[in-house]
């Protein structure tokens, strides 16, 4: 039983990996203060974004990304 709770952890830091370099690469979301949580291919998106349009950005991102299986947005609009 450990090595599939092993793998689900391995694969879950795959998954937050390329989640962060894909946000990272993203011209509109690389200098966002993105945190991003993963468990069992569903992922946690929290942090600020600027301005209000990006706030979906990230989300629809990540949905894009192989292993992951639901995204929760918790981004707020930053107001500067």
């Known amino acids: 039983m450990g090595d599939a709770s092993t793998s689900a952890q391995s ?6 990996q390329t989640i962060r370099a894909a ?5 509109g979301t690389n200098e966002a203060s993105i945190y991003v949580a993963a468990k069992d291919g569903m992922v946690t998106l929290s942090g600020q974004v600027t301005p209000v349009g990006q706030k979906d950005v990230p989300q629809q ?6 292993g ?3 995204v929760e947005n918790h981004l707020k609009v930053r107001s500067d």
């Open 11 to 16: 694969s879950d830091s795959n998954v937050m």
């Open 23 to 27: 946000l990272a690469n993203d011209p």
């Open 61 to 66: 991102l990540v949905a894009q990304i192989d």
């Open 68 to 70: 992951v299986k639901s």
